[in-house]
């Protein structure tokens, strides 16, 4: 597989010029391709190194996130043209070898936050070690499961005219609230724009106006669908001519929703790619959104323990089909009944962040409730997590924990 | 087996005794049975046989919803005590001999409403046949898929506190805006309450306080989770001494979401159950809400054509991390795609109800887009429906759809 | 679904017109249908009533072999002919609500024999009483599994020439060892022949060289194949007009190879079938033998303990690529294994020959030694069946084992 | 991931001491661990570096057969004593980047010969491109599938006990017809016997009684089990102090029975592992071959295409019960199908020894019939293959054809 972008883990991602951190049309194309062409790309972890191997989640806490999802890209696909599909197979997904670890953040609530912040408001680590095929951490004894790796974010430029969208709708929400802490939205921010070989007025101009990379958006983009996995294709709507690929925030694993917020295990490595393109495939099959076929080949545990959750918070106050209270309310069912075990609270909640966790919309339409379930998958724990007559027994956790920031 | 609980589905069900409508404490148990015993409960429609096998949707137009998920039950368990699991083991769910068929409705928005009433205002309604493990329909042609028969319904009785805080909690949303249509939820309502076995003074006390069936809540009850499908096992929180296991609403198959509202293939059945008691043990494992083990026989469609949603909605308009606006826009996706093949929007929006669809919160803490998908198995289908160079061709459906109410 | 053929459990398999246990393209349809069909057919068990569900294996020591595979039909479809692919939807499987529990033989080595009968030479029982899904059998505590019901035996009627092509060849075998017991081949045996509707000279003559049931040949017939579950789809050759299907010997479940000889959990119970044909299909496909699409729903366990055997017998014998040899010896293993835990050797037996084990050819080529494995789920198990540091810990079966034959 | 053992797939590979190619007990450890230690292994591919990426068969024609499966090790751990089992890991298996490709032989009848060289007797030779997870070939169009990786040979050194049992039976065998060709077993051969870093007259003797590698034996050895791919857990019985763990032949994909003989995807790559101990585990899990927990990370086709076999020959002969004759069947009627689709009887021959292909031993008791299944994936093909009204229609494959030996 020849190696298309390569990245250098050591140096700032700043220095790089494969790299950009802001979605804009005029973003030089970094290398191009035909249809039919492999490739590998090589990608920084999301934040471009700022996270640390260690055991104090300092890191975490002050973590820059104006300057983080350094992508791999653009690519370029001759004969691209707006309105086709960009078919995107992802051949394989891998670990780099002189960075063969990954990452779980807590983030605190105060820079970044996350699904369960109000629980969890503070800074927390967890470092994974990658065995071939499995994770383990040494801050979560007790686990050990098949990743499903995927890359978090992976998408085409977008036009002027969506990047306009873009700004305008996201504006409107941040306008509703500005001083909320976390933000509402994350506007265009020129000082940590990292806008590939653009220079000059032109960089300077894509640089304030340039989409931050942080939600996913009508061409895929921070996605984090745990499904787009090795082995999967993607259809990706083309917005401008050569479509312009960009990839990157590489996640060994990731349970749905990556509620921890830096909630997948978080990782350097490389994407090997095959492109073809649908010409006009975006008014042929009607395309809004990206769409993908799954994979033959992702981690199939054939036994869970399903956690259910519905749109009542935790302080009983009644909330009107929203999935996404119910989600919450299946994940803290899923940490209380992990804590039975011997787990912190930071140490389950991390779990459901990073492990293969199916989180579905079970139900959407009895008024006043919906209904999600967590799916957890029994076979990735050394010890056995079904109920029985005689309840729970502690796992020997020997004091281990997720890493703090200090003081 | 042995029939615990036989019912006439050629009967009204009010004039059943071991039926019933309303979660309440005081519905007396139409039968007892001891922890180990297997035991099968016939069950009606979730509508009492208010619809027909028929060309109209006439039927679903007019359907009186405060008469609905009549219930089989309450079934006291020996030694079933406040603060126990009562343990479920769903050996089994079939058809009524007499009663091989099923429908789904897309209810109207004055009447019930649905996921998509926005975009499908009006009453239809499809007819299912079943042939064996098989469902296809004269109103949809081209598909036909393994269901996955589950209990819509199922739970044990509330206690009195229980009832009070859910009948206080639904109250304030209501009356939040107690005009709106669809409601924003279901309150008592006596006139139409089926309290089983109770009778006089006291069926009337708890008939004006019975909570409605529509929602699920904390004992389960209403939560459409296809996967509680036969050979499944299931905690459930005991309240009341003996238990009072109710169920009801059987579903021959249901898609995550049942976006229909009646979206499920609704249908009488029986269903073959095995109980057992974990004493003590909502404190042992921290249950709030049920938990469940899933089974080793659901329908298993090796390949998925996966739909992406944000939230954003159709209007344009930006919403912060809404799971349920971004498994809407997955949903619609979904339907425009699959209307390229000759469905109707209906056709297409009842297939999405009914079929084994997965339907994933897959991001939900990237500011401000929820990330929802939808997962179409493509075996459904008589014809492939993966995106080639050639774009779709349309099905020849021979006119066929969903029925209509009259005029 | 409307019942074509319906079977008396009570009475003489003899007395029932609607039955047959030989193969012979004289006997007459006993009903007709038509392309597109959809029909239930009843089926008495394989031995037509001979065993009891009680705690003797009497009844199996001395059965009468020549009187089994009752089969349902043959059934004529009309436009079928000679040439044609008769496609066979086994649209579901299930038991006779007055006859819900099965058996295990083990057949006595002087009658039947069966896969290890040098180990296992007398005869045994197992009943399994049927909790919906589930199997589960006071002979053998500790494991319970969903069945993956299926007909042993399926096909359509041989020519005379096929016919004529079956005795002859398996003659020639059993020539070579004509006193071997168990037999080589179980030639055409008059006495006990029943042939339907056929009646006076024709049937005499139709007796004396009607196949027996016992093999699985060109046309399918006794094949055993446990993956040719409900919610399969079967292509079987045509040789005479109107094809005549019949069918018999269902299966509430069975481990590949049906080790015991009796080795599934036999049954009476009905068959969900529609019919529709292939024009000139045989040719068209190049069909020898029967070919079949797979369900998509099955038991699906996720986690396997894997057996491993090779092509030298039990005492030290080399034999050449022989993967029968090799089967029996993963068998043996697993047996020897399962023993730890406190089975008996015949339990152990019974459970793969019952259980939904995968039994694979996995090296044919590296000489001398064939390789097969037999792949045992865990999840059947009420206890931990994996290997650890400790050792293995007897689970308590309270003296249960299987039935013997008095004496 | 540390690289415990370097192979040069450039260099001879008697010229590296690190790989042997007989099994002895004295061949001497090349690296020592300790029990929970994760390292990464090198092997060169099974004919040492033969086979050449091009489109001539020669290299298979010619390709010296004595000089094959280099294994790299013996790899000492340790605490390992005789009657441990050890315990390993497969966490990865993959590619070495020098060397991204792989290629499928058809033997030479006259040399090595295969499963069907009665049909197939020609040298022949297909050349594998991997694509990330997938696997194509530029001889074989139309097909592409996710690869099953695995070591088709490893195990522990033998005592000299085990040694000589080897030696004894296959010798026995092997005099019953000497000059067959292909060879009934392969006997210990010192002039080409490679035995690692024994030097002198101990290597001497050790060449001359080495076991060939051939044969699967019961320390595990080439058992070519599709199934040990990463993510799997094995257990090995261990035969002499540190065990003395090698491993090679390692497979891109293959299917059960890997019936080409070579039949396999081969490759030159790494297997990592991660190796612990059970003391007396032999004892306490009374384990004769090695037993093995699956991965939760194999491919996973949900929709198989089945073909029977059943134990009569191609000449009509019936044999009795014999798996091997029945395989045989179901290969030749699956290979028959595939060519109506335009493929030459090479291609279908090594596909079916290359995808990921279940190979059953569905029935095994019934007289005198064995029947075997033969499971293909449909979703590997470009093309449907499923039986349909129409009958097939052949893929263009553009005159594309397996590799020949030169005139």
Not at 221 to 230: E, H
Not at 243 to 271: K, N, P, R, V
Not at 285 to 293: G, H, M, Q, R
Request: net charge negative.
């Amino acid at each position: 597989m020849k190696t298309l972008i390569k990245v250098d883990t050591t140096a700032s991602p700043e220095s790089q010029d494969v790299l950009h951190n802001r979605w804009h049309p005029d973003i030089p194309m970094v290398a191009t391709v035909k249809p039919g062409d492999e490739f590998r790309v090589e990608c920084v972890d999301w934040t471009g190194g700022q996270i640390r191997d260690d055991d104090s989640a300092q890191d975490i806490h002050t973590v820059d996130l104006s300057k983080v999802h350094y992508l791999s890209g653009p690519i370029g696909v001759e004969g691209a043209e707006p309105g086709d599909l960009l078919v995107v197979d992802i051949l394989d997904v891998g670990v780099l070898p002189e960075s063969n670890w990954g990452f779980t953040g807590i983030f605190a609530k105060s820079n970044g936050g996350g699904f369960l912040d109000e629980h969890y408001p503070d800074a927390r680590k967890a470092c994974w070690n990658f065995s071939g095929v499995y994770a383990n951490s040494r801050h979560i004894p007790g686990v050990e499961f098949a990743g499903i790796m995927h890359p978090g974010l992976i998408g085409c430029l977008p036009s002027q005219d969506l990047l306009d969208t873009w700004n305008r709708r996201e504006t409107t929400l941040f306008d509703t609230d500005p001083d909320r802490v976390p933000t509402l939205a994350c506007l265009p921010y020129a000082d940590t724009a990292h806008m590939g070989r653009l220079t000059g007025d032109a960089r300077d101009k894509a640089a304030a106006e340039g989409a931050r990379t942080v939600p996913p958006r009508e061409h895929g983009g921070n996605c984090d669908i745990k499904d787009l996995t090795r082995g999967s294709k993607v259809y990706f709507p083309v917005y401008v001519k050569g479509g312009g690929l960009s990839m990157g925030d590489i996640h060994f694993s990731q349970g749905d929703g990556e509620i921890t917020f830096c909630g997948a295990i978080e990782m350097a490595g490389y994407l090997d790619i095959r492109v073809s393109l649908i010409k006009g495939g975006v008014e042929k099959y009607a395309v809004l959104n990206p769409i993908f076929e799954t994979s033959p080949i992702k981690p199939e545990y054939g036994d869970y323990l399903m956690f259910e959750g519905i749109s009542v918070d935790e302080s009983g106050q009644q909330h009107f089909l929203d999935a996404t209270v119910a989600y919450r309310q299946a994940c803290l069912n899923a940490i209380n009944y992990l804590k039975l075990f011997g787990y912190t609270g930071e140490q389950a909640y991390a779990i459901l962040g990073t492990a293969p966790i199916e989180g579905r919309i079970s139900g959407i339409v009895d008024v006043p409730n919906a209904c999600a379930t967590l799916a957890l998958p029994t076979g990735i724990f050394d010890f056995d997590i079904k109920p029985n007559a005689d309840g729970p027994s502690a796992f020997p956790m020997g004091g281990a924990d997720l890493a703090r920031a200090a003081g």
